[in-house]
């Protein structure tokens, strides 16, 4: 059974950083596209970040464009995201699944952007 294990999410304060790890076992990861999603308090899920399998492009929603980094380690079936400059509006859920998402979702890891 596929699982999706994310982590590295925390309290920062704004303009901080952290890095999130997801790490996807039983299945094909370096096949696959692989995506970074969040989901804020009372809103629904949004697409982040996307990578390709083999790394050669990356796409990220127009409010993270600068900020945020996408990278994977195939040899690990690891997903990663490092998140810059933070603001308050960066404090969600964080996810890692497939684009369009078509895997079971993992706990998903807190970011917290707090003064």
């Known amino acids: 059974q596929v699982q999706l294990v994310e982590s590295g999410g925390g309290s920062v304060l704004p303009g901080g950083s952290l890095r999130l790890s997801c790490a996807v076992s039983e299945f094909a990861f370096d096949r696959y596209f692989m995506s970074w999603y969040r989901q804020a308090p009372g809103k629904e899920r949004d697409l982040v970040a996307t990578?390709?399998?083999?790394?050669?492009?990356?796409w990220y929603r127009d409010s993270v464009k600068g900020r945020f980094t996408i990278s994977r380690d195939n040899a690990k079936s690891t997903l990663f995201l490092e998140l810059n400059s933070l603001n308050f509006d960066d404090t969600a859920v964080y996810y890692c699944?497939?684009?369009?998402?078509?895997?079971?979702w993992g706990q998903g890891t807190q970011v917290t952007v707090s003064s």
């Open positions: 699944n497939t684009p369009p998402p078509t895997l079971s």
């Open positions: 990578i390709t399998s083999d790394s050669s492009e990356t």
